[in-house]
Nanobody, 122 residues
């Protein structure tokens, strides 16, 4: 069992930056690939970024490449999402997820946080 708690969301203007964090507790953090997903009102949950169990490999959706970066800290059991040059279309609830295998689909992730709201005004 893994518990995930996101933080760092908020209301910002277009072009601003935010850093989201996800704190993991429970079973071994290093056993899980981690992912960030987001869901805007009326839309399906979509993949944003993912990172392998070791942290050696990262994956970013085309829509966020160059602006958003995922990282993990094994010592602190956290995974972060650094978001720069934010756009109004980045507005969504952002979710942290943990799974035994990496995937760009939400299904394979067994554990999810409660989500944190990011709102980008134009």
């Amino acid at each position: 069992q893994v518990q995930l708690v996101e933080s760092g969301g908020g209301l910002v203007q277009a072009g601003d930056s935010l850093r989201l964090s996800c704190a993991a507790s429970g079973r071994s953090f290093s056993s899980y690939a981690m992912g960030w997903f987001r869901q805007a009102p009326g839309k399906e949950r979509e993949f944003v970024a993912g990172i392998s169990r070791s942290g050696g490999s990262t994956y970013h959706a085309d829509s966020v490449k160059g602006r958003i970066t995922i990282s993990r800290d094994g010592a602190k059991n956290t995974v972060s999402l650094q978001m720069n040059s934010l756009k109004p279309e980045d507005t969504a609830v952002y979710y942290c997820a943990a799974g035994v295998v990496f995937s760009v689909r939400p299904g394979p992730y067994a554990y999810w946080g409660q989500g944190t709201q990011v709102t980008v005004s134009s």
